[in-house]
């Protein structure tokens, strides 16, 4: 019996055409620096841009425009430097940000590092389910408010935000909306047009392609400027640094194979995620679920046990060989309650009874019903030792 990876909002594990692709660009000839004019150069540079094209298919943004997009380090860095990027374009014309209260901390401590530096800044509060009130966000907009930032899933409890009806709004009153999609993008199709999306923000590692890569999707005219990166003119000076061949290859891969599985790898999972949530909610006594019950990722299944130690349980479940989380990677280890439980209204002594299941390509219904005969006697146990 091998072990059971529930963990891909974590992050997943490298998909093995992915890893082809990229190791072309590790090993023989294709090592040029992409800034070089000769044949290695030429070669470097023809397949970041076929990556780009590859990207912008995906998200439906114009392939004839591929400046919009931006390669990264990652969700973080895309997530500062769309927020940072577009705040001090649009200063101009006022100082005021709106995010919510459940961001991953790469948008909410950006945004909160920018009221430091004088601007004025709105976390929305959000329901029981992890949904920001439309009227809310209507309420606090003022003709000072220069960007929404607003995610797409929520990486902790899998909900799903009316994007689309944001970007109406956010349309309506001129304002840059910017979109971290790490979690939803390759589980939930995006087209940033039909979403009224201005930047949007992807990651590598969500899916299957290598870490330390991602891309931030800026419209054209959106007003976005300032690269955090001061140097050289990549990146049409957007990003300045020798770009990471490799990973933006993989990156696109990961991107291509992620749009083309999508359909058929969601319904998949979304029978996973189905059984996992009707047993544990049904079968087991004091559990229940969190996040939205039917606007959620479909692979994402997260619980509220009462009475028990998210942490005791994921290492009692380690020691069955199931790597599991009590919510997102970055607050795993920290004594804080998690801060999407919270603003979603649970007592902090119950919050720390969080269990989140990611489920992914490797996930069969085999791994589900080895992980719910597990699941009996270690919560039992576990409340027993109260
Ligand atoms: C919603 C969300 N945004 C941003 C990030 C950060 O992405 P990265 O790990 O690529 O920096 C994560 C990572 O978990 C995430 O879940």
């Known amino acids: ?11 997943t594990p490298v998909n093995p055409e992915v890893a082809a692709e990229m190791y072309n660009f590790l090993t023989g000839d294709k090592f040029g620096n992409p800034s070089a004019i000769y044949r290695f150069g030429r070669m470097t540079r023809e397949a970041i841009e076929a990556a780009r094209e590859k990207i912008a298919r995906a998200i439906g943004a114009n392939p004839d425009h591929p400046g919009e997009i931006v390669f990264t380090s990652g969700g973080t860095e895309s997530d500062n430097m769309a927020i940072h990027g577009s705040a001090y374009a ?18 909410l401590n950006t945004v909160k590092a920018l009221g430091q530096q004088g601007f004025n800044i709105t976390i929305l509060p959000v329901d029981q ?40 709004l956010a349309k309506k009153r001129g304002i840059v909306f910017h979109v971290d999609a790490v979690q939803s993008f390759g589980k939930v199709p995006i087209n940033v ?9 992807i990651s590598g590692h969500k899916i299957y392609g290598p870490k330390g890569t991602g891309a931030l999707y800026i419209r054209t005219g959106a007003g976005w400027r300032q690269s955090l990166m001061h140097g050289g003119a990549q990146e049409r000076l957007r990003r300045a640094g020798t770009e990471n061949v490799p990973g933006i290859v993989g ?6 194979l992620a749009v083309d599985n999508m359909d058929e790898e969601n319904k998949r999972l979304s029978r996973l995620r189905d059984k996992l949530i009707r047993e544990l909610t049904t079968n087991f006594e004091n559990v229940r679920l969190t996040g939205h019950p039917a606007n959620r990722l479909p692979n994402h299944a ?4 009462e009475d028990i130690e998210g942490e005791e349980l994921l290492l009692r479940l380690d020691a069955h060989d199931i790597a599991a989380s009590t919510g997102s990677a970055c607050t795993a280890g920290s004594m804080e309650p998690s801060h999407v439980l919270l603003a979603m209204g649970v ?11 990611t489920l992914g390509a490797g996930n069969t219904e085999e791994d589900v019903d080895r992980f719910l005969a597990v699941m009996g006697p270690i919560v039992e146990n576990l409340r027993n030792c109260i």
């Open 1 to 11: 019996m091998g072990v059971i990876y529930f963990d891909h909002s974590a992050t």
């Open 90 to 107: 649009n200063n101009s014309r006022g100082n005021h940000i709106i995010t919510s209260a459940v961001e991953h901390h790469a948008v």
């Open 129 to 168: 389910h992890g949904l920001v009130n439309l009227k809310d966000l209507a309420e606090a907009i003022t003709d000072q408010t220069i960007l929404i930032t607003i995610m797409h899933a929520n990486n902790e409890v899998g909900t799903i935000m009316p994007i689309a009806e944001i970007g109406k």
């Open 193 to 201: 047009d039909e979403l009224g999306v201005d930047l949007l923000t």
């Open 251 to 256: 990156l696109g891969k990961a991107v291509e």
């Open 302 to 305: 997260s619980f509220l046990f």
């Open 347 to 357: 007592p902090p002594a119950e919050a720390y009874g969080s269990l989140r299941l």
